[in-house]
């Protein structure tokens, strides 16, 4: 079992529309858990990170759910600018500075 | 928040050469990594760049492969030695800045590499 999984995707869904996403991951004594966003020949970048209480940026949100070792994306009134792939990222606890990659989702935005 | 370059931007190489990625960061940090990300694949680490000793090797990734070098806290060369087509890839430097509610990396523009 990979030790972080996501839906490869692709989402393909209107400009205005909600979608969400999860990622899966199997270490359940992970600590920190992201999302970054990487566009087509660019490197990744933080998006945002996950907290237990879940939190909130704009029109994204993303939740942590640890009894089902899972995160989660939302977003909502989707923008063509949305479109890219998305990558959740898992801090292991046995190593606070090493970060394990999901395999990333895309998302397009069609108009 | 760093800022990375990494140069070159791209090369196109002859099998059995070898290439030296640079990374350079805008500020000291806490750790540096290198990663491959092959086209529609995520992020593969290689290794951990550490300052003033040897890299530390993820499974599947040997010293004599991908001599990695870091004299400082702020640059860090990769090589990629012997090269193959199944080497071409992208090769992304990343670093690490601890920060309130864990670690944020960043990353490099990234270097394109194809192996004839």
């Known amino acids: 079992r990979k030790e972080v999984e996501q839906d490869p995707g692709p989402f393909n869904v209107p400009e205005g529309a909600t979608v969400a996403f999860n990622c899966t991951y199997s270490?359940?004594?992970?600590?920190?858990f992201f999302w970054y966003r990487q566009d087509c020949r660019k490197e990744p970048k933080l998006l945002m990170s996950v907290y237990s209480s879940g939190n909130e940026d704009g029109r994204f949100t993303a939740q942590l759910n640890r009894a089902s070792q899972y995160i989660s994306l939302l977003i909502r009134d989707s923008k063509l600018s949305d479109s890219a792939t998305y990558l959740c990222v898992v801090t292991p606890s046995s190593s606070a500075s090493k970060i394990i990659f999901g395999s990333g989702t895309r998302l397009s935005i069609r108009p | 928040s760093a800022v990375i370059s990494q140069k070159p931007s791209r090369d196109i190489c002859q099998r059995g050469t070898s290439l030296t990625i640079q990374c350079q960061v805008d500020s000291q940090v806490t750790m540096m990594f290198w990663y491959r990300q092959q086209p529609g694949q995520s992020l593969t680490l290689i290794a951990t760049a550490n300052q003033g000793s040897e890299a530390t090797y993820e499974s599947g990734f040997v010293i004599d492969k991908f001599p990695i070098s870091r004299p400082n806290l702020t640059f860090s060369t990769l090589t990629v030695s012997n090269m193959s087509p199944e080497d071409s890839s992208i090769y992304l430097c990343?670093?690490?800045?601890?920060?309130?509610?864990?670690?944020?990396?960043?990353f490099g523009p990234g270097t394109r590499l194809t192996v004839l």
């Open positions: 990343s670093a690490y800045t601890p920060r309130t509610g864990g670690p944020e990396q960043f």
């Open positions: 270490n359940s004594a992970s600590q920190s």
